[in-house]
């Protein structure tokens, strides 16, 4: 009796570890919150064997990359700067070629004042005491904002208004609550509902390098189907949509 009851655990077991091994963590730029929210979700709808597998780490994109290399136990990345996976790419953690799905733009976003007409000028005004940015030691688009910053020459007289978000959603939610009067926001941030109330100003795309996104499935995610069905997702017509929604600009469909 007691070797049927141990072959009966033993077959559990073995079901409990084939479950398990179809879950799939993604790391993803905080850029993608409210966008990937949606894809994540549709992507359960249309894959029901897969409907519970996914799980989603959000952070900045050089932080979730130094996480990676110290073998954080992520599938998918979806990354807002494709230097970043490139890296992974080039130190053999990946399991494919770094894929670019979207390119992203940057906003002046204010809940406290009318932005849509803002410029960056505007940002030397006594008005404005505090400017939200992500960190740009390590977020693509608080680099990408220090570099619009530096185009117009106004960096180094702002430079003492900066407060720093952890990343773009941090940065967001600064100037959301009214810890900063003015953000340099992602514009997929600015366009989520309750944030679009406000309106924002899109900050011209020829004053910093290009927020050229990319993601890769790393070595854990090898051979893995449900985080392979979900890279093979990103690319559907109904993902897109949803990514072009939240104001991403889509490569040419294959």
Same mark, same amino acid.
């Given at each position: 009796m007691k070797f049927w009851l141990f072959l009966c655990f033993l077959q559990l077991s073995v079901w409990s570890g084939a479950l398990r091994a179809q879950e799939f963590t993604i790391a993803a730029a905080s850029d993608l919150r409210f966008a990937l929210d949606e894809i994540v979700a549709l992507f359960a709808e249309h894959y029901p064997e897969y409907s519970d597998d996914a799980s989603v780490i959000y952070g900045s994109s050089g932080r979730l990359t130094t996480q990676i290399i110290n073998g954080a136990p992520f599938d998918?990345?979806?990354?807002?700067?494709?230097?970043?996976?490139?890296?992974?790419?080039?130190? $053999? *953690?990946?399991?494919?070629?770094?894929?670019?799905?979207?390119? $992203?733009?940057? !906003? *002046?976003?204010?809940?406290?004042?009318?932005?849509?007409?803002?410029? *960056?000028?505007?940002?030397?005004?006594?008005?404005?005491?505090?400017?939200?940015?992500?960190?740009?030691?390590?977020?693509?688009?608080?680099?990408?904002?220090?570099?619009?910053?530096?185009? !117009? $020459?106004?960096?180094? %007289? !702002?430079?003492?208004?900066?407060?720093?978000?952890?990343?773009?959603?941090?940065?967001?939610?600064?100037?959301?609550?009214? %810890? %900063?009067? !003015?953000?340099?926001?992602?514009?997929?941030l600015a366009l989520f509902p309750s944030m679009q109330i406000h309106p924002y100003a899109l900050i011209d795309d020829s004053l910093h390098e290009p927020l050229t996104q990319a993601f890769v499935l790393t070595l854990r995610g090898r051979g893995k189907p449900s985080a392979q069905a979900f890279a093979e997702f990103m690319s559907s017509e109904a993902a897109r949509e949803i990514m072009t929604r939240y104001g991403f600009v889509m490569p040419e469909a294959n």
């Open positions: 998918v990345f979806f990354s807002a700067d494709i230097a970043f996976p490139q890296r992974l790419y080039a130190e $053999g *953690l990946t399991a494919i070629d770094p894929a670019v799905y979207a390119t $992203g733009r940057i !906003v *002046l976003w204010s809940a406290r004042m009318d932005a849509s007409q803002m410029t *960056l000028n505007d940002l030397l005004s006594d008005d404005i005491r505090r400017i939200a940015i992500a960190q740009p030691a390590h977020a693509p688009y608080g680099m990408r904002a220090r570099e619009a910053l530096q185009s !117009v $020459g106004v960096w180094q %007289a !702002v430079e003492s208004k900066l407060v720093f978000g952890e990343n773009i959603a941090q940065a967001a939610q600064m100037a959301e609550s009214g %810890a %900063a009067d !003015v953000g340099i926001i992602a514009l997929s």
